[in-house]
């Protein structure tokens, strides 16, 4: 999954295709989908019945379990990824300006690592690994990926306009709307009725 956005900033890949800044923009923009791929992963359990726990807890809902899964795939996978991306583009351009452009990528993070829980989906190892296979997620994937090459493109239009802190300010007001309105909807969700 990491091998597409890296093959972008690849120097000869990116000249002879006149990619431009459109590899590091895709890079940022393919963060996004790290998180939430994980996240997708860590509900399919073996033993998934076991999950039945989590309803005993003192919790009203499966939002602190939740949180504990965002909190961990961010510092395990999502920071290890950024820096990886950040040092491989400072590396092969050698200029740190570049490394704006990976900036509306990690904006969208918060709001990609919500997007799982939603509904009260993703509680961590509640669901069988059968259910790993359905088409709803292979949808999912496609429409983040649709999202985030077309942030790319934008992203890279905005750079080459001029316009890019523009689009980046925008960005923060409409990321900063939406993760308000998620962490309520999460905040707020209940454990479903077990008959």
Known sequence: MLVMPIIFLL????????????????????????????????QYSQQWQAADVFRVAPMPGPAPLCAGA?????????????LGFALIVWCLHGE??????????????????????????????????????STRRGLDFFVVML???????????????????????????VAATAYAIMRVSLASMRWPSMD
């Open 96 to 133: 740190t300006t570049n490394l704006a452009l990976l900036l509306p990528g990690l904006i969208t993070l918060p709001i990609f690592t919500l997007v799982p829980h939603l509904g009260g989906r993703s509680v961590p190892f509640s669901r069988a690994g059968e259910e790993a296979k």
């Open 147 to 173: 999202l985030s090459v077309s942030l790319s493109f934008l992203t890279t239009w905005s750079w080459d306009a001029g316009w890019f802190w523009w689009l980046l300010a925008g960005e923060v007001a």
């Open 70 to 82: 965002r909190q961990a795939v961010t510092c395990f996978l999502t920071l290890p990824l950024v």
């Open 11 to 42: 120097p000869g890949h990116r000249e002879e295709a006149g990619m431009g800044n459109f590899g590091v923009a895709f890079a940022g923009g393919y963060l996004g989908m790290a998180p939430l791929f994980a996240l997708n992963l860590l």
